[in-house]
Nanobody, 126 residues
Framework: QVQLVESGGGLVQPGGSLRLSCAAS????????IGWFRQAPGKEREGVSC????????YYADAVQGRFTISRDNAKNTVYLQMNSLNPEDTAVYYC???????????????????WGQGTQVTVSS
């Protein structure tokens, strides 16, 4: 099994940037595709981005395409989510999730991901 811990959240002004990290322990991160999800108050958890085990394939939700970049460093057992041009609609708790198989067509379905972190709060406000 793998354990995931997110970090890097915080309060940022509209137009600002944050970089989230998802650190893994237990089984090596390289065995897993990693997804980032977010959940705003009163809303369902939604997929933000995901990356394949080797990093060769990445996917983004339309709402973040062109603003967010996912990357990974398997040697450091860490996946990153660089978030630029943040706006108040990006405010949410952000979670990372792990799954040995990347379902490229349905990656944003939360039911396909087996392991989850506890989340980190991102607040975009002036």
């Amino acid at each position: 099994q793998v354990q995931l811990v997110e970090s890097g959240g915080g309060l940022v002004q509209p137009g600002g940037s944050l970089r989230l990290s998802c650190a893994a322990s237990g089984r090596a991160l390289g065995y897993y595709a990693i997804g980032w999800f977010r959940q705003a108050p009163g809303k369902e958890r939604e997929g933000v981005s995901c990356i394949s085990r080797g990093g060769g394939s990445t996917y983004y939700a339309d709402a973040v395409q062109g603003r967010f970049t996912i990357s990974r460093d398997n040697a450091k057992n860490t996946v990153y989510l660089q978030m630029n041009s943040l706006n108040p609609e990006d405010t949410a708790v952000y979670y990372c999730a792990a799954e040995p198989i990347l379902y490229s067509t349905h990656w944003s379905s939360t039911s396909l991901w087996d392991y989850w972190g506890q989340g980190t709060q991102v607040t975009v406000s002036s």
